[in-house]
């Protein structure tokens, strides 16, 4: 199972961006996917996540209305479109996949990525 995040960078409050999950080596369809992030001197925290039953979105109420997970089943690919971010989104961000990924529970993910790091500038 391999996992590569990608998209992260620098960007100003207000300002948006999309970061990627690249996935191979297992059926895709078949596992619930999330993005966590870590920022310094806090715990990780669930962003998002996507089941894989009925592929129905979800987020933590700290992004809802500005953050926007989808699939490309072509290409075994999450993405995370961030929207009107702010210097609090500043964070590492990780993708991880699992069969019973349910929810933002990291036991329910078999398998993590490296991370990408988002920087927010105010």
């Known amino acids: 199972v391999q996992l590569a995040e990608s998209g992260g960078g620098l960007v100003q409050a207000g300002g948006s961006l999309r970061i990627s999950c690249a996935t191979a080596g297992f059926t895709f369809v078949d596992y619930g996917v999330g993005w966590f992030r870590r920022a310094p001197g806090k715990e990780r925290e669930g962003v998002s996540w996507i089941s894989s039953g009925d592929g129905s979105p979800h987020y933590a109420d700290s992004v809802k209305g500005r953050f926007t997970i989808y699939s490309d089943y072509a290409k075994n690919t999450v993405h995370l479109q961030m929207s009107n971010l702010k210097p609090e989104d500043t964070a590492v961000y990780y993708c991880?996949?699992?069969?019973?990924?349910?929810?933002?529970?990291?036991?329910?993910?078999?398998?993590w990525g490296q991370g990408t790091q988002v920087t927010v500038s105010s």
């Open positions: 991880a996949v699992g069969v019973f990924a349910y929810g933002f529970d990291p036991a329910g993910y078999d398998y």
